[in-house]
């Protein structure tokens, strides 16, 4: 086929040729036009003639539906046989992703869709697809945009010229890009000047040095003798002999004379086969006529089932009437074009020479080098804060074993030990938690990776709900009973019952347990991979290191965080305000409180700035687990060390374990943390009950004395006459034995000042009189044998 279209390859002038053939003396048989657009134009309406048309130059794929040109045939192989070649070749040089760019025509169209169905068969992709009229600088910047390295180009000669010269522009070619081209272009197609393009000889050289082609074998590359008598190569001599000394290459339809050489042959042929045929049924050719359809089916047939050798080669029509032939691969190597191989897609041959040449060690890939490379742990901060859990996990053991082996101590059994005893797990299961933090792909594999997510979540979950929670419990309790102020006295009295304060703690543990069990069931964990830029290696352009990083997800992760977030950070806030709020509050019933707020702030500080900002880090491995891990580690320390050191300090440097177990012996109390608070409770009620019986004792001092001088008033008031009148005066025996206004042994003796009378007794005789009730032997009978009980 022509490179480019003249006026003989014109579909209107043929129209009108074809016209004129018809309606001119003598009869025509068979047509036989060169170009494919011609071809179709005269295929599509022959048939309404009954004539056979016979082309050598045209290579449409189009042309090859039988259902729209049922006598058509061509010596000249349809432009789609190339394609197997060039999946051939992108199976033997291990391609399996491809790019194409073609001037959009019909020829090319189909050819294109026709390799499109073949590389699919394949499983080989073709992942760019650009596509031009006039102006190529797009497609080709496209290509360069989304990484192309196989191309296969589909144009004109003409518009090669300008996609070469983007190319050279944007720099598509070299050791990492392989074009495929059609291989009917003439051999210095680029370096001839063409107006249309700014590019040197020099640059259009550089940019094509590589290439392949793919061209129909139109010369029999065997000395073998054919049909008519003549080889190949004689056929050459005698058409240059022709042309009067003419370049062939400057003569147009050169490169497909063989094809209409064997053409005029296989027609010959043909019309010889239907002569016995026709006689057969009292026929013959010279019967000819536009409506003679007989001798038109026995034309067919003959042409369908021609074979013999021809100077282009074996002459063979397959089912569409297009020819089979063999396909010459050429890559040009220093300027010239050099014969690499031949395919034979009817046997499935490849004959291959060895001699192609690449700028590189070797074929290119067909895509940039992508290596996957996970981004692990740094391996030396993971040791560093394991080392750091792992001893504080031994110093949560030492405090609980410390807290326990001293349960019976007064001072640690005011601390409530058995919450302590729950903080020091929490801090150790937190603790616990930062090694599955720090286990990713590097140590288990893929498929063990969700359990340990798992892990994570649960001893993180359950830890802080057992550390935080029971400090919650004490902080929140004490708030509860003691910063009332119009109860306070009343809270005072009342016993803090233990039950209340596990069953506090039980219930923040049942939310946490539940809502991970929900979450688990619902929504378990997996792996998700985030993918990060490539990144290109600086010792190999040609390889990309994609980056990696395995996270702990969920499909709703977003959801659940907040919801787990939200519950503990109001969880928090309210401890830091408990805290605050108890801050001034003293009582021996959690007399340890005051530290629990301390390691409430710190804890509640650390949470709330570590949880954002481990969420925004998450692409960031190793500064995302030292966030993470540095803050349970500082949490837990200082909650140990708040909580358990004041303690093993007081009992070690004042020996009060050993005071308190001689003053349980001395005072016979059983060791049973029940007797321990019945008998701290009975001490306290004697001591108030001392306090108040005091005060009345010295009451009633005081009226007695009041009494008395009241008494002695009255009688310095009589005359001494008056002796006779003693029968009037009380008898002796109703006097106060002065021994008897003493207080019982142990009380310290009352006043007699004049001035410590409330003033509200100034003037009370006759509301106490000598034989009032307000006795010492009624103080005796109502309250003092209390002291002793």
């Not at 490169?255 to 057969?280: C, F, G, H, M, S």
Request: glycine share 6%.
């Amino acid at each position: 086929m022509q490179p480019a279209l003249s006026r003989r390859c014109d579909p209107g002038e043929a129209t009108k040729l074809l016209y004129d053939l018809l309606y001119t003396e003598p009869i025509k048989i068979v047509l036989m036009p060169g170009c494919s657009g011609v071809s179709t134009l005269v295929a599509e309406a022959a048939r309404m003639w009954n004539l056979i048309v016979l082309s050598y130059g045209s290579s449409s794929p189009a042309l090859s539906n039988r259902q729209r040109f049922p006598t058509f045939f061509r010596t000249h192989p349809s432009a789609t046989l190339h394609n197997p070649t060039r999946v051939r070749l992108f199976q033997k040089w291990k391609w399996t992703r491809i790019a194409t760019i073609q001037q959009t025509t019909e020829v090319f169209t189909s050819t294109l869709d026709d390799l499109e169905q073949r590389t699919k068969e394949a499983g080989i992709e073709i992942s760019v697809r650009q596509s031009f009229l006039t102006d190529p600088a797009v497609a080709v910047k496209n290509l360069k945009r989304q990484d192309a390295r196989i191309i296969v180009g589909l144009f004109y000669e003409t518009e090669a010229r300008k996609v070469f010269c983007e190319v050279f522009k944007e720099k598509l070619y070299g050791k990492k890009v392989v074009w495929f081209l059609i291989g009917w272009y003439a051999d210095n197609w680029f370096k001839i000047k063409d107006p249309a393009i700014d590019c040197t000889v020099e640059n259009m050289t550089e940019a094509v040095e590589g290439h392949v082609t793919t061209e129909i074998v139109m010369l029999n590359p065997e000395t073998v003798r054919g049909v008519s008598n003549m080889t190949s190569q004689e056929f050459i001599a005698a058409l240059m002999s022709r042309l009067g000394g003419k370049n062939p290459e400057d003569t147009g339809g050169f490169q497909e004379a063989p094809l209409a050489y064997d053409a005029v042959w296989a027609l010959a042929l043909a019309l010889n086969k239907t002569v016995a045929p026709l006689k057969a049924k009292g026929r013959r050719l010279e019967d000819f006529n536009y409506n003679n359809h007989d001798i038109t089916s026995e034309i067919y047939r003959a042409l369908n089932t021609s074979s013999f050798e021809g100077v282009s080669g074996q002459v063979v029509f397959d089912a569409q009437g297009s020819r089979m032939a063999m396909t010459l691969i050429e890559q040009l190597q220093g300027g010239s074009y050099k014969k690499i191989s031949y395919y034979d897609s009817s046997q499935k041959n490849l004959s291959w020479f060895g001699n192609d040449v690449w700028i590189g060690a070797g074929p290119p890939a067909d895509r940039t080098v992508v290596i996957e490379e996970y981004r692990y742990l740094s391996q030396k901060l993971f040791a560093a804060l394991s080392v750091f859990a792992g001893l504080g996990i031994l110093f949560g053991i030492v405090c609980l074993t410390f807290n326990i082996y001293n349960g019976n101590v007064r001072y640690i059994q005011n601390s409530q030990p058995y919450l302590n005893n729950m903080t020091a797990v929490g801090c150790m299961m937190a603790l616990a938690a930062v090694f599955p933090l720090g286990i990713d792909g590097h140590h288990v594999h893929r498929s063990q990776f969700p359990v340990v997510c798992q892990f994570r979540l649960w001893l993180l979950g359950l830890g802080f709900s057992l550390a935080y929670g029971s400090m919650f419990t004490k902080i929140w309790w004490v708030h509860t009973l003691f910063t009332k102020k119009d109860e306070k006295k009343e809270k005072k009295k009342q016993h803090l019952e233990p039950w209340k304060l596990y069953a506090t703690v039980g219930v923040l543990l049942a939310i946490d347990f539940l809502s991970l069990v929900i979450w688990q069931i619902v929504d378990p964990l997996h792996i998700t991979v985030e993918k990060f830029t490539r990144e290109a290696p600086k010792e190999d352009l040609d390889v990309l290191i994609q980056p990696l990083l395995e996270h702990c997800s969920s499909e709703k992760m977003n959801t659940w965080l907040g919801v787990v977030y939200g519950y503990k950070g109001l969880l928090l806030l309210l401890g830091i305000f408990l805290a605050y709020e108890t801050k001034s509050v003293s009582t021996e019933k959690i007399n340890d409180h005051r530290a629990v707020g301390m390691a409430i702030y710190n804890v509640a500080v650390l949470c709330l700035i570590t949880a954002p900002v481990t969420m925004i880090l998450t692409s960031q491995q190793d500064a995302s687990f030292a966030f993470a891990a540095l803050a349970v580690v500082f949490s837990a320390y200082i909650t140990l060390v708040v909580l358990f050191v004041p303690k093993m300090r007081r009992l070690i440097t004042r020996g009060e374990w050993q005071s308190e177990q001689q003053d349980t012996l001395k005072t016979g109390s059983s060791t049973n943390n029940n007797d321990e608070e019945k008998s701290r409770q009975l001490e306290r009620e004697n001591r108030e009950l001392q306090k108040i019986i005091q005060e009345k004792e010295e009451r009633v001092s005081a009226l007695r004395n009041q009494l008395a001088e009241r008494q002695a008033l009255r009688n310095r008031r009589r005359p001494s006459s008056g002796q006779n009148q003693n029968h009037n005066a009380p008898p002796p025996s109703s006097q106060p034995d002065p021994k008897s206004l003493l207080p019982p042994p142990g009380y310290p003796n009352p006043t007699t000042d004049n001035h410590s009378l409330p003033p509200s007794f100034s003037n009370s005789s006759n509301l106490y009189p000598a034989d009032s009730k307000m006795s010492r032997n009624h103080c005796q009978n109502s309250q003092i044998p209390l002291l002793y009980k």
